[in-house]
């Protein structure tokens, strides 16, 4: 397959900052500035779905687009 890949920052109209923040932070190239535990990445997502980085409001405008 031959897939184009797109960085999620490269799409903000398609994902929440907050939420690209978090893959990118859990993802990061020096292991540093990762998560440094599984609880820390828990936190971060959990914050996110109770309405943290604007998640849900963004969610609602996707649906309703």
């Not at 990061?28 to 109770?50: F, H, I, K, M, W």
Request: net charge negative.
């Amino acid at each position: 397959y031959n897939y184009d890949l797109v960085a999620p920052e490269d799409r903000p109209h398609l994902y929440p900052r907050e939420l690209i923040r978090i893959a990118l932070t859990a993802m990061a190239r020096d292991p540093n500035d990762r998560y440094q535990t599984v609880e820390d990445l828990q936190t971060a997502v959990y914050g996110l779905l109770s309405g943290g980085g604007n998640f849900l409001d963004s969610l609602l405008l996707q649906v309703i687009a």
